[in-house]
């Protein structure tokens, strides 16, 4: 039945019973402290207040009268003076017990006997004023000593008896109230005191109760938690847990029970797993150790490599300076060409003027050749006319034979050099035709040249780049030797590791070895 009660429900009610209680107390506690104050109340205001006024109000009387005495007294001497300031003083008393009396009558009274009192010693002491005091005062004033004595006789003795019977009645009533409530405030303490007593008492007995409540729904459920844990933290998983019932207590356990099958199978898998750690370290520890043959080989292959590589690099570098020095002397063709081109062209340019020249000498000749047939054709008339003319013309036709002669010479030597001007031309074409083949094949030279130039300049940069492409492989191959080498101490350390994570895998099969996950 208790390990249906959830600890909150039985916290709570245990919780509602100790603040009901408590709440019973201190309501009894302050209806008590209620009714003292309100007795004390009552005591302070009649034995605080009107009797003290009341007493106040008598004296006041009191020391009027025996004032009025002495200054009657001071006037049967003759102390005039002396007792004139006696008379004021009676004055200044009866004025005092009008304030007393005031205050009396403010304060009140808590019942109707005693307002029956209060109003009994009022009105005595309205008619003790009245007809005793102030006739007396009055008489003083007066220095008229037989009117006091007249007042003293007959009326302020029987007066001052009526007042002082009411306010002993007072005293009295007072001295009997002031018991009453007294009397209940002692009642009230004593009834508080064991209302306390039995509030405690009962608290008492309910936190015995309580005390075996909670034995019973928490602390004896909780000592076979902490038993169950230290089993747990013992490494044995096979103890169960008895049940507790539905409440908190109870979750607690069904926690801590799958709690207990998710370990055990967490410990399973883990023993399992560290074992194959175990396993896996040991041929991973033996694949290290190939794995450093094998890097060491492969970082003498590398060295082998670099130095390979650095001949290579030489061979090269010795290419492309060959190569650069090439293209400087195909340039170097290539300007002789431009030159020779140049050349080449200045003959032809000169070969076409002498052809030039010599077809104006040809058409010279023409006119040569016009003039000696003009110049025969006019000596073969000179001679026609010489003829005609007889002896008279016999020296004229020698001159004309002469020049007939002369104009075929002229004819014959201009036919001659016609004819040698005709081979100049035809050699001076035949020169200009090949100088202007000479021009074109310097031109295919030139050109030729050219291409070898810019094939010897794209050797000379491809052996530059090759020069440049193998330093980088070098350095590549450089580097691959330098992290060869720190891959090697990285195989190094790995077997370290791994020699390291054996000895680690070993130790947690023997810390899984502790936990017992099934029963023997």
């Known amino acids: 039945m208790l390990r249906k009660i959830s600890i909150r429900t039985g916290l709570l009610v245990l919780l509602a019973l100790m603040t009901l209680m408590l709440l019973g107390v201190s309501l009894m506690g302050i209806v008590a402290i209620n009714k003292g104050n309100r007795s004390l109340e009552v005591v302070n205001r009649i034995q605080g ?266 061979t090269v570098k010795l290419n492309a300076d060959n190569a650069s020095q090439a293209h400087q002397l195909a340039r170097s063709v290539s300007d002789s060409a431009d030159r020779g081109s140049e050349v080449v062209s200045y003959v032809m340019d000169k070969m076409q003027e002498i052809s030039n020249s010599s077809k104006r000498i040809g058409d010279i000749l023409g006119v040569i050749d016009g003039i000696a047939f003009q110049t025969n054709i006019l000596a073969l008339n000179a001679s026609v006319e010489a003829a005609r003319a007889g002896e008279q013309g016999r020296g004229f036709a020698v001159v004309a034979s002469e020049v007939r002669n002369l104009a075929q010479r002229s004819a014959t030597a201009a036919k001659e050099i016609r004819t040698l001007i005709a081979e100049s031309q035809s050699r001076v074409s035949e020169g200009s035709e090949m100088a202007t083949k000479a021009g074109e094949t310097m031109d295919e030279i030139a050109s030729e040249v050219m291409r070898v130039t810019t094939l010897m300049k794209e050797i000379s940069s491809a052996s530059q780049e090759q020069s440049h492409g193998i330093e980088q492989v070098n350095q590549a191959v450089t580097q691959m030797d330098e992290v060869a080498q720190q891959n090697a101490a990285l195989v190094e350390q790995a077997m370290a590791a791994t020699q390291s994570l054996e000895e680690q895998s070993q130790q947690l099969v023997q810390s899984m070895a502790v936990f017992k996950v099934s029963p023997a």
């Open 49 to 314: 207040i009107e009797l003290n006024s009341l007493s106040l109000t008598n004296n006041s009387l009191l020391r009027a009268r025996t004032t009025a005495a002495l200054s009657v007294r001071k006037m049967e001497i003759g102390m005039i003076d002396e007792a004139t300031l006696a008379t004021q003083r009676v004055s200044t008393y009866i004025d005092l017990s009008k304030k007393g009396l005031k205050t009396f009558v403010d304060a009140g009274t808590v019942t109707a006997h005693g307002k029956k009192l209060s109003d009994d010693i009022v009105a005595s002491y309205d008619l003790y004023l009245q007809q005793g005091i102030m006739p007396m005062l009055d008489a003083l004033q007066k220095q008229n000593t037989d009117g006091y004595y007249t007042v003293l006789e007959e009326k302020l003795t029987a007066l001052n008896n009526t007042f002082t019977k009411a306010a002993d009645a007072f005293n009295v009533y007072a001295n009997q109230v002031t018991d009453a409530q007294l009397a209940e405030a002692a009642h009230n303490q004593k009834m508080l005191t064991l209302l306390i007593l039995c509030c405690g008492v009962l608290t008492v007995i309910l936190l015995s109760v309580a005390w075996l409540l909670l034995r019973a729904i928490l602390l004896k459920p909780l000592e076979s938690a902490i038993g169950h844990l230290e089993f747990v933290a013992a490494g044995d998983l096979t103890q169960a847990l008895p049940e507790s019932g539905n409440n908190e207590l109870g979750r607690l356990n069904a926690a801590l029970a799958a709690m207990q099958s998710s370990l055990q199978l967490s410990v399973s898998r883990v023993r399992d797993a560290s074992l194959q750690i175990d396993i896996g370290s040991r041929e991973l520890s033996s694949g290290n150790i190939n794995l450093s043959q094998r890097t060491e080989e492969s970082a003498a292959s590398l060295e082998q490599t670099a130095a390979s590589m650095e001949q290579l690099t030489a």
